[in-house]
């Protein structure tokens, strides 16, 4: 059987994460595949062929994206130039839907099929994505079910495949275990941060995180410690709090949040990892003011954080802009402590969003997609 090339393009850390369950999925079929393109240490440790340095494509907002403009247009031209003179078979592009989108198109005029896993947010705002999906992709691979239903009112050639959560989140220690791994105090009552895994999100969010946790001196303090940050930076905001109780964990992230009290994290995929989990979170947004002020005119959503999005209600408290501040943290906190009357409620419906989550897997419904793909475009035997 010859071999299959497929250019990938994951633009973030979650990105990698998805496309490595993936990844493993098709190194299980039996047939040979080259992977090629852009993404992170996980992707390349199955044997991508990494185009450009993961770390660049970190970039997040309006004002940050225009900085960076020359080099995703450097990135643009060298993709569109593979594409026009190696014989590629498929394009799987992960979420990042700035420069995704510019790319299926690039793809579709070479004739390469285009698969799109991790749609586009158009729901929330930029809703002529819809018809760039339509044009240019072969088939979107959803994994919130709402998704499925509002693509095909456009006649978006698209399918629900369920969240990778449900197969990513794996829990390998018990609590005493972990505990003693990262000598914390078994007894007491743990906090857990989730700042972020952008050197942005870390200037930004971190210093307001260890404020809020200085008023919390009677539990352990535990802070994540993304691998794709900046550890000189990361370690020179810490050292400016003297907090005696504060653990920084670079590991084991879901046991983190499982054996949490509570947490505080930055909206994105932290929020509903934690969520699916079943431990409730303050979740943070602060954005570069003109940023911010961008979104606000296009978005087209009321909440922030995909847990509420999804169950379609506050859940969990969002502090957003200027609204968020360590007081305001804090004041949160408190009602998703134990004790709180507030709590009880918000776990039965963290528990009703898991049962949700879990339907499909992703690693069955992707390859099949893939499959399909390459039959359709005489690129199998």
Same mark, same amino acid.
């Given at each position: *059987?010859?071999?299959?090339?497929?250019?990938?393009?994951?633009?973030?850390?979650?990105?990698?994460?998805?496309?490595?369950?993936? *990844?493993?999925?098709?190194?299980?079929?039996?047939?040979?595949?080259?992977?090629?393109?852009?993404?992170?240490?996980? *992707?390349?440790?199955?044997?991508?062929?990494?185009?450009?340095?993961?770390?660049?494509?970190?970039?997040?907002?309006?004002?940050?994206?225009?900085?960076?403009?020359?080099?995703?247009?450097?990135?643009?031209?060298?993709?569109?130039?593979?594409?026009?003179?190696?014989?590629?078979?498929?394009?799987?592009?992960?979420?990042?839907?700035?420069?995704?989108?510019?790319?299926?198109?690039?793809?579709?005029?070479?004739?390469?099929?285009?698969?799109?896993?991790?749609?586009?947010?158009?729901?929330?705002?930029?809703?002529?994505?819809?018809?760039?999906?339509?044009?240019?992709?072969?088939?979107?691979?959803?994994?919130?079910?709402?998704?499925?239903?509002?693509?095909?009112?456009?006649?978006?050639?698209c399918s629900y495949v369920g969240h990778p959560i449900s197969e990513e989140v794996n829990i390998e220690m018990e609590r005493e275990s972990f505990a003693f791994f990262y000598k914390l105090a078994a007894e007491k009552e743990w906090l857990g941060l989730f700042p972020g895994s952008r050197d942005s999100e870390i200037r930004k969010m971190l210093p307001l995180y260890l404020k809020a946790a200085k008023s919390w001196t009677d539990k352990e303090?535990?802070?994540?410690?993304?691998?794709?940050?900046?550890?000189?930076?990361?370690?020179?905001?810490?050292?400016?709090?003297?907090?005696?109780?504060?653990?920084?964990?670079?590991?084991?992230?879901?046991?983190? *949040?499982?054996?949490?009290?509570?947490?505080?994290?930055?909206?994105?995929?932290?929020?509903?990892?934690?969520?699916?989990?079943?431990?409730?979170?303050?979740?943070?947004?602060?954005?570069?003011?003109?940023?911010?002020?961008?979104?606000?005119?296009?978005?087209?959503?009321?909440?922030?954080?995909?847990?509420?999005?999804?169950?379609?209600?506050?859940?969990?408290?969002?502090?957003?802009?200027?609204?968020?501040?360590?007081?305001?943290?804090?004041?949160?906190?408190?009602?998703?402590?134990?004790?709180?009357?507030?709590?009880?409620?918000?776990?039965?419906?963290?528990?009703?969003?898991?049962?949700?989550?879990?339907?499909?897997?992703?690693?069955?419904?992707?390859?099949?997609?893939?499959?399909?793909?390459?039959?359709?475009?005489?690129?199998?035997?």
């Open positions: *059987m010859k071999e299959i090339t497929i250019f990938w393009l994951a633009g973030e850390s979650s990105g990698d994460l998805h496309a490595e369950l993936i *990844m493993k999925a098709l190194a299980e079929s039996g047939i040979r595949y080259r992977h090629i393109g852009i993404g992170g240490p996980r *992707m390349r440790a199955l044997g991508l062929e990494s185009l450009f340095p993961f770390q660049r494509f970190a970039v997040m907002g309006f004002v940050e994206v225009i900085k960076h403009l020359g080099f995703f247009w450097k990135v643009e031209r060298r993709i569109k130039k593979l594409f026009k003179r190696d014989k590629l078979d498929l394009v799987i592009l992960v979420d990042y839907p700035g420069l995704n989108l510019r790319i299926a198109h690039h793809a579709d005029e070479q004739r390469i099929p285009v698969l799109y896993y991790i749609c586009p947010q158009f729901w929330a705002w930029k809703h002529e994505r819809v018809y760039k999906l339509k044009a240019n992709v072969r088939h979107t691979a959803c994994i919130l079910p709402f998704e499925e239903e509002l693509l095909n009112i456009h006649n978006v050639t303090i535990l802070v994540s410690k993304a691998h794709s940050v900046n550890h000189q930076l990361f370690m020179d905001i810490i050292s400016e709090y003297n907090l005696p109780n504060l653990h920084i964990i670079d590991g084991y992230t879901y046991e983190m *949040m499982k054996y949490s009290e509570a947490l505080i994290c930055t909206s994105g995929t932290a929020t509903l990892e934690a969520a699916y989990i079943g431990t409730p979170a303050v979740i943070c947004y602060r954005a570069n003011p003109i940023s911010y002020l961008i979104g606000r005119y296009f978005v087209r959503i009321s909440h922030i954080g995909l847990p509420n999005i999804i169950l379609n209600e506050s859940v969990l408290p969002e502090l957003v802009q200027n609204g968020l501040n360590p007081e305001g943290i804090n004041r949160e906190l408190k009602k998703l402590m134990s004790g709180s009357p507030q709590r009880e409620e918000i776990l039965k419906k963290l528990y009703k969003l898991r049962a949700i989550l879990s339907d499909k897997k992703p690693s069955r419904e992707v390859p099949l997609i893939i499959e399909k793909l390459l039959k359709i475009h005489g690129k199998t035997t």
